[in-house]
């Protein structure tokens, strides 16, 4: 059993930067890829960013490339994205997942099996 929970969320100017962070409590935490998704309003939950458990690899979505970064420290059980340049589009809750299916490129969210509740994030224009 794994639990998350995000926090940093708020409100930012468009061109702004935010760091989200992940917390996890479990056994399995260090051990497993985790990610970061986001969900506008009427829209679907979208993938972001995958980080493998020793951190050596990463995965980022197209439309975040150069901008967002996801890192972890498995010491601390944190999982932290780095969000620079961020856009009105960006408004949404922001999630952070642990993997329990293989996925290679971590982009599958139904490779997903644990969820926090998120964090409000809010990009003015």
């Known amino acids: 059993q794994v639990h998350l929970a995000e926090s940093g969320g708020g409100l930012v100017q468009a061109g702004g930067s935010l760091r989200l962070s992940c917390a996890a409590s479990?056994?399995?935490?260090?051990?497993?890829?985790t990610g970061w998704f986001r969900q506008g309003p009427g829209k679907e939950r979208e993938f972001l960013a995958g980080i493998t458990w020793s951190g050596h690899r990463t995965y980022h979505a197209d439309f975040v490339k150069g901008r967002f970064t996801i890192s972890r420290d498995n010491a601390k059980n944190l999982v932290y994205l780095q969000m620079n340049s961020l856009k009105p589009e960006g408004t949404a809750v922001y999630y952070c997942a642990v993997q329990i299916l293989y996925s290679d490129t971590l982009r599958n969210k139904r490779a997903y099996g644990y969820w926090g509740q998120g964090t409000q994030v809010t990009v003015s224009s």
């Open positions: 479990g056994r399995s935490f260090s051990t497993s890829a």
